[in-house]
């Protein structure tokens, strides 16, 4: 580590304002320095990683310096773009899924294979960036059979007891239509197909109507379940969750009566002034809603990006459809 880079890491804790830092190390990668801006980012972890809650100056820079090598930096910097990622890749789960998501964005699966070479085991990314890089690849529509060294490593048993094993290894035709975070160095967006839709014509009601002989049948397992695609949003942005199963004697006939008869807490209040309605949609909106929910998180975090709000995603399909996944 040159001197530079320490005394700049000493002093961040200090700074008021980040961006000298963040700007030269833009300008070193500008220049081919690649080394530079990786050095920097091993030396940022190095120092602050270990930290629970890492100072707001140190958060800023490591993050531009993640996303100037993984979302600016070409193929020919590929080497130093996996020198950080696998000191990085050794931390948490919520770090590699970050990191796969910012791979597989900018990044061809020809580029990536370079992350699965060497067999089972890996020099340059953990197998928690591994797993998730190949679901994060498969839902943009990457055959794995094209790539030896990808499809090697996931039909490989050794990581079989993995939660995303659980996952098909090609995108299914529900999943097409799903629209992924836009990363640049400086910030990310991304749209929420949240909302009303426009599969079917929608069907409103104001008051409760006499349903069917009704059994609640909810389950915590069920609930957990079908919540798997939001849980994320009550864990971290104050979202509020409300599942619960039942089963019908005969015929559901009006949808919105039934649903405004159950006395779901959600529904409280529902009458003249405020109503419900109801729409059909295709199986594939409801996996894009869902999806979205999960990879794309709340207001206050940033969800479980591509590979685990798939998992997620099946997860609340499969509670929804009366089973129990994973």
């Known amino acids: 580590m040159s001197g530079s880079i320490k005394q700049t890491v000493e002093a961040l804790s200090g700074m008021d304002d980040v961006n000298s830092v963040r700007d030269l190390a833009e300008q070193k990668l500008t220049q081919g320095d690649a080394t530079f801006v990786a050095d920097l980012g091993i030396a940022l972890f190095k120092r602050f990683g270990a930290s629970a809650d890492p100072i707001w100056q140190y958060r800023s820079v490591f993050d531009s310096v993640l996303r100037l090598l993984t979302v600016a930096a070409g193929p020919e910097h590929m080497g130093q773009t996996l020198r950080l990622v696998s000191v990085v890749g050794e931390g948490d789960r919520k770090s590699a899924r970050y990191l796969a998501s910012l791979l597989a964005s900018n990044h061809s699966a020809e580029d990536l294979t370079r992350v699965f070479a060497g067999g089972l085991r890996s020099e340059v990314g953990s197998e928690e960036i591994r797993a998730c890089l190949v679901h994060e690849l498969i839902l943009r529509d990457t055959v794995l059979e094209e790539w030896p060294a990808i499809a090697k490593w996931a039909t490989s048993p050794h990581w079989s007891h993995h939660p995303l094993r659980w996952l098909p290894l090609r995108r299914s035709p529900v999943e097409e239509g799903h629209e992924f975070p836009g990363y640049s160095v400086r910030g990310s967006s991304h749209s929420l197909p949240f909302g009303p839709s426009d599969d079917g014509p929608a069907v409103v009601s104001d008051r409760a109507a006499t349903p069917p002989s009704v059994r609640e ?3 915590s397992e069920t609930s957990e379940t079908i919540e798997s695609a939001v849980a994320n949003w009550a864990q971290e942005s104050n979202g509020r969750i409300e599942s619960r199963s039942f089963e ?14 159950l006395n779901l807490n959600c529904l409280v209040g529902l009458g003249r002034k405020k ?8 199986p594939s909106r409801a996996w894009q809603v869902l999806f979205a929910a999960a990879s794309t998180g709340g207001a206050y975090n940033q969800g479980l990006h591509g590979a685990y709000g798939r998992l997620a995603a099946w997860r609340s399909l499969s509670g929804l459809t009366g089973n129990v996944g994973p």
């Open 217 to 219: 049948i909810s389950t």
């Open 248 to 261: 019908l004697d005969g015929p559901a006939g009006s949808i919105t009566d039934l649903l405004a008869a």
């Open 275 to 282: 109503t419900l309605s109801t729409s059909s949609c295709a």
